[in-house]
C-alpha cells in the first residue's frame, strides 16, 4: 500500500511568486490534514479535510493560503503571494476515521527568498 | 489553546541505555500518537494509545496513556544507533475537531 505522497519535496520560490504543493493519501482514507513546521518550531495543525469538505480550517495563517481537496482524492496547498515567513515544512497526513492516528507524508520543504 | 510541554529537549544516551521521554498538559486529549522523524523524511507512528491508562508496546518502544488524560511517557528500552531521530508526541484536542496538537520534539542522540 502506498503511503501519502507529497509533491515537490522542495520548493525554492521568491518572495510575491506563487507556489502550489501537492498531497496524494493513502488510497480509501477519507480524512486529510495539512501541518506546517517553521524551522525549530512544533508541527502546527493548518486544516482538516473530509472527503472534499473542509472540517475544520482553523489553523490556516492568512487569506494568502488556499486549500482545495477537489473530488475527495488528493489535496493542493497553495500560497499567493508567499511571505518570508512561509518558509518551513508543509506536512500532509491522512487517516482512515477522524479519531484515527494520522500516517504522514515527507513533506515539502518550502523557501522563500 | 491546548498545548503541550515534551520533554526532555534533547538527550545523549550510550548505546544499550534506556530512555524515557514524556509530554505533559493542562487540558485532557482523547488519544496520544508518538511519531519518529529521520532528516528529510515525515513523521513515522511509532504507537497510538486510544484510551486512558493504555499501556501499548512496540518492539523496544512502550507507551502509555496517563489516568487523567493529561500526559504521555514513551520508553525506549536497549537503545541502538538507529534510534537517533526527532521523537514527537501528538495529543488530539478535545474541543469538537480532530486535529491534533505537537509537541516541540525529542531529539535523541546515541553515543555508539
Known amino acids: 500500500e502506498a503511503g501519502v505522497t507529497q509533491f515537490p519535496s522542495h520548493s525554492v520560490i521568491e518572495k510575491g511568486q506563487t507556489v502550489t504543493l501537492r498531497c496524494d493519501p493513502i488510497?480509501?482514507?477519507?480524512?486529510l490534514y495539512w501541518y506546517r513546521r517553521v524551522m525549530g518550531k512544533e508541527i502546527k495543525f493548518l486544516l482538516h479535510f473530509v472527503k472534499e469538505s473542509k472540517q475544520d480550517e482553523s489553523g490556516m495563517p492568512n487569506n494568502r493560503f488556499l486549500a482545495e481537496r477537489t473530488g475527495g482524492t488528493y489535496s493542493t496547498l497553495k500560497v499567493q503571494p508567499a511571505e518570508l515567513e512561509d518558509s518551513g515544512v508543509y506536512f500532509c497526513?491522512?487517516?482512515?476515521?477522524?479519531?484515527?492516528?494520522?500516517?504522514f507524508g515527507d513533506g515539502t520543504r518550502l523557501s522563500i527568498l | 489553546g491546548q498545548q503541550l510541554n515534551q520533554s526532555p529537549q534533547s538527550m545523549f544516551i550510550q548505546e544499550g541505555e534506556d530512555v524515557s521521554m514524556n509530554c505533559t498538559s493542562s487540558s485532557i486529549f482523547n488519544t496520544w500518537l508518538w511519531y519518529k522523524q529521520d532528516p528529510g523524511e515525515g513523521p513515522v507512528l511509532l504507537i497510538a494509545l486510544y484510551k486512558a491508562g493504555e499501556l501499548t508496546s512496540n518492539g523496544r518502544l512502550t507507551a502509555q496513556f496517563g489516568i487523567t488524560r493529561k500526559d504521555s511517557f514513551l520508553n525506549i528500552s536497549a537503545s541502538i544507533p538507529s534510534d537517533v531521530g526527532i521523537y514527537f508526541c501528538?495529543?488530539?484536542?478535545?474541543?469538537?475537531?480532530?486535529?491534533?496538537?505537537f509537541g516541540t520534539g525529542t531529539r535523541l542522540k546515541v553515543l555508539a
Open positions: 497526513a491522512s487517516s482512515p476515521g477522524t479519531g484515527r492516528a494520522q500516517h
Open positions: 488510497s480509501g482514507h477519507d480524512n
Open positions: 501528538a495529543g488530539q484536542s478535545t474541543s469538537g475537531t480532530y486535529k491534533y496538537i
